[in-house]
């Protein structure tokens, strides 16, 4: 008989985004810190729901408007349930009762301050329901098991799970522990956590009762292994920064298995949206910030900040460039170092390669800024737009107050202050016109010997 594969079943995912976390010494909730530029929710949110979740329950402590649109945020048809009271693992995924009780073919629980877990993993537990269990508990081999629950496995069942503070001494000796993440068949799961009492060390409705229980039920239950870095939590900032670090490894790798060559991985910084296409080249030391897209073969020189930018194909870009949102850099443009762009369009060819600042600017085909133009974009009130057409050329060091337009193939004149639109092909000088007086300075430098004696 098929049983389905996860594409044809239905799935809930429970995310327990509770939790104050103490230990981060934050204004924020611990759910809510980020990771590659995403709240630690927001990636298992992510990863459930690129699993084949169908419906997603977050299960948040009492008066948490903030982790309830965080969730929102992640997956717009999320359901917010409260927990009023922490009385334990269990206890939360009842909170989403409702939602548990609509019969949903499988559903997995998982912890929102586990931030690395895969839709990998969250398949393969979905894949271990399909094979004839009704709990599938999630395990790693822990270097140091203090703390955690033990699972207990004998002839591939998974006879139950053992929370630290309850195991007896034989118990602690087994390394295999509980990651947390736990997968029910959906049409035994209220019956199996309805069972779940408070008779342990912590008095607390423990999830980790699911796999005994189940079995007391005559229902199968199995094993999945997870390496122990994907099921690391997050309980202070030195853990957030350990996960970032993975997480940063994990995108790199991507990048580069996908056509992408870092010189020194280490020391790129990757959002979790970055994309970047084929045979780009990116230096040391670059930051990517939100929403960033590099078209194939550009190259992002050395210690470059980009955010909210598209580089277009074989551009380039620094070292030492600034790219803010809504930076937009034609194919084969060229960005140098020292420069700032912002809000602007810059077409096929065009080149800003020194000291500039472009803002709220469209800069169109071919067109050379010389080095240290600044668009004058802004009057203390309001932003205004510069626009300069193909094949344009501004002289070095030039103040283009905007709103101002320079038509195509326009010359500006070195140290120019630019007020007024300059027409295609004309060239404009803004600046003082220069004075000479013959021998002055050696008049002057005679003058000041004599009066000093020197
Ligand atoms: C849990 C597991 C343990 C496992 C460990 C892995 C249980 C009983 N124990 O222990 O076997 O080895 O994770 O890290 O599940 N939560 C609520 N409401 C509550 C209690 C907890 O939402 O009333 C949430 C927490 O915010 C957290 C998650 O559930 O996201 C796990 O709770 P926590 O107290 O951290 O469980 P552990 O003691 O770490
Ligand atoms: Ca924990």
Known sequence: MDTGS????????IVLGAGEGTRMKSDLPKVMHAIAGRSMLGHVIHAVTAAGATHVAVVVGPDREDVAAEARKAFAGAEVFVQRERLGTAHAVLAARDALARAFDDVVVAFADTPLLTADTFLRMRGALHGGNSVVGLAFEAADPAGYGRMIVQDGQLEAIVEHKDASDAQRAITLC???LLALEGRHALAILAKVGNANAQKEYYLTDAPGIARAMGLGTGVLVAPEDEVQGVNDRVQLAKAEGAMQKRLREAAMRAGVTMIDPATVYLHHDTKIGRDVVVEPNVFFGK????DDKAVIHANSHLEGAHVGVGASVGPFARLRPGADLGEQSKVGNFVEIKAA???????VSHLTYIGDATIGANANIGAGTITCNYDGFSKFRTEIGEGAFIGSNSSLVAPVVIAAGAYIGSGS???KNVE???LAVGRARQVAYPGWAADFRQRNRDRTKK
Do not use: M, P
């Not at 996860?6 to 995912?13: D, E, F, K, Q, V």
């Not at 929403?291 to 590099?294: A, C």
């Open 345 to 351: 369009t810059l077409g096929k060819g065009a080149k």
């Open 417 to 419: 202050v630019v007020t």
């Open 291 to 294: 929403n960033v897209v590099i």
């Open 424 to 426: 295609a092909n004309a």
């Open 6 to 13: 996860a594409s044809t079943r239905t799935c809930l995912a």
């Open 178 to 180: 509980n990651a947390g």
